[in-house]
């Protein structure tokens, strides 16, 4: 019965994202002690200090947040003999997830992290982008609500059915007028247009960061992933160092789908994810096994107790 960490995507996490695990665990302040070295940042900034305000480095500082949580929670988990059989993760998630399997280092991943603030933006003058998160009725179809149906708006990530089995959670991203056009047609308050973001994620309107981004990439050391790493832009287990490569090169462009990350483990035969952060919304999504959201320390106790009454068996630790 195999174990799974699900890390989210992008989305920056709130300040006190972690705060109180870095308090409690050494482990975890030696996490961020390390990426504050690999960053050049301080350990604050990537705590808890308020994000940049220019939108490259708000974007690039805000991943490397959400990729320490992640990492330190891993650690954390690690200290206390409990490491994954699977693992993935939705758009950032998913190169944090690369880490995790030993595909990249994290030295070359928040390296990585870094140089993304310095990827062009929208264009001054260019139509405005925005997202969208968007719960779709149950009795609608998903594809009623971006391209080809709606031009200029593009599913940018589908979160799958939410628990509740009445609707499903997709991310659209677009054009900021189409988007609100959505949200005004759409039965009321299924459609949130969030003002904190204004571009296009995972849409065909990124193709000048992807283009930025290619020769970075390119040159990324990157190995053969050590465990099954499921990917989020379709469903399979990415097995190369190739494979891993084009998840990071397709991220900036293609949509990226949490159900895929799923039905891949649930494949696999996981019987538990833990989800590590925050990005991943509790209580929502309807995943297809037990899950345990982990972000402050009550939520270690409960993994723990979930690993202990679901009998998940713990892989032994890989040596050099």
Same mark, same amino acid.
């Given at each position: 019965?195999?174990?799974?960490?699900?890390?989210?995507?992008?989305?920056?996490?709130?300040? &006190?994202?972690?705060? !109180?695990?870095?308090?409690?665990?050494?482990v975890?302040?030696?996490?961020?002690?390390?990426?504050? !070295?690999?960053?050049?940042?301080?350990?604050?900034?990537i705590?808890? $200090?308020g994000?940049? &305000?220019e939108?490259g480095?708000?974007?690039?500082?805000?991943?490397?947040?959400?990729?320490?949580?992640?990492?330190?929670?891993?650690d954390?988990?690690?200290?206390m =003999?409990?490491?994954?059989g699977?693992?993935g993760g939705? *758009?950032?998630?998913?190169m944090?997830?690369?880490?995790?399997?030993?595909?990249?280092?994290?030295?070359?991943?928040?390296?990585?992290?870094?140089?993304?603030g310095?990827?062009?933006?929208?264009d %001054?003058?260019?139509? #405005? $982008?925005?997202i969208?998160i968007?719960?779709?009725p149950? =009795?609608? =179809?998903p *594809? #009623?609500?971006?391209?080809?149906?709606?031009?200029?708006?593009?599913?940018?990530?589908d979160?799958? %059915?939410?628990?509740?089995?009445?609707?499903?959670?997709?991310?659209?991203?677009?054009?900021?007028?189409?988007l609100?056009?959505?949200?005004? !047609?759409?039965?009321?308050g299924?459609?949130?247009?969030l003002?904190q973001?204004?571009?296009a994620?995972?849409? %065909?309107?990124?193709r000048?960061?992807?283009?930025?981004?290619?020769?970075?990439?390119?040159?990324?050391?990157?190995?053969?992933? *050590?465990l099954?790493?499921? *990917?989020?832009? $379709?469903?399979?287990?990415?097995?190369?160092?190739?494979?891993?490569?084009?998840l990071?090169?397709?991220?900036?462009? =293609? %949509?990226?789908?949490?159900?895929h990350?799923?039905? !891949?483990?649930?494949?696999?035969?996981?019987?538990?994810g833990?989800?590590?952060?925050?990005?991943i919304?509790?209580?929502?999504?309807?995943?297809?096994?037990?899950?345990?959201?982990? $972000?402050?320390?009550?939520h270690?106790g409960?993994?723990?107790?979930?690993?202990?009454e679901?009998g998940i068996e713990?892989?032994a630790?890989?040596?050099?």
């Amino acid at each position: 019965m195999t174990l799974a960490y699900i890390l989210g995507g992008g989305i920056s996490p709130a300040s &006190e994202s972690g705060v !109180e695990l870095h308090e409690q665990y050494p482990v975890v302040q030696d996490c961020y002690r390390e990426l504050a !070295e690999f960053t050049g940042l301080t350990v604050p900034q990537i705590l808890s $200090e308020g994000l940049p &305000e220019e939108p490259g480095p708000r974007r690039s500082v805000g991943a490397v947040r959400q990729a320490a949580v992640a990492l330190g929670i891993a650690d954390l988990l690690a200290d206390m =003999d409990v490491r994954p059989g699977a693992v993935g993760g939705l *758009s950032l998630g998913g190169m944090v997830s690369s880490c995790l399997a030993g595909s990249i280092e994290r030295r070359e991943l928040v390296h990585y992290l870094m140089h993304t603030g310095d990827a062009p933006q929208v264009d %001054p003058g260019a139509p #405005a $982008e925005g997202i969208a998160i968007t719960f779709v009725p149950a =009795d609608r =179809d998903p *594809s #009623a609500y971006y391209e080809p149906a709606v031009p200029d708006v593009y599913l940018a990530s589908d979160f799958g %059915p939410c628990t509740d089995g009445g609707a499903r959670m997709l991310m659209l991203s677009g054009l900021r007028t189409a988007l609100e056009k959505v949200a005004a !047609e759409a039965p009321q308050g299924t459609v949130a247009v969030l003002d904190q973001y204004q571009i296009a994620l995972h849409t %065909p309107l990124r193709r000048s960061a992807r283009d930025f981004l290619e020769p970075w990439i390119a040159a990324m050391p990157l190995r053969d992933p *050590s465990l099954p790493l499921s *990917s989020c832009l $379709e469903q399979r287990t990415l097995t190369t160092a190739a494979d891993v490569r084009d998840l990071f090169r397709r991220n900036t462009t =293609d %949509p990226v789908h949490l159900l895929h990350v799923c039905a !891949e483990m649930k494949r696999q035969g996981v019987k538990l994810g833990l989800v590590l952060g925050p990005s991943i919304p509790s209580g929502v999504i309807d995943f297809p096994f037990p899950v345990v959201h982990i $972000e402050t320390p009550e939520h270690v106790g409960q993994a723990m107790s979930a690993i202990y009454e679901l009998g998940i068996e713990i892989p032994a630790a890989q040596t050099a």
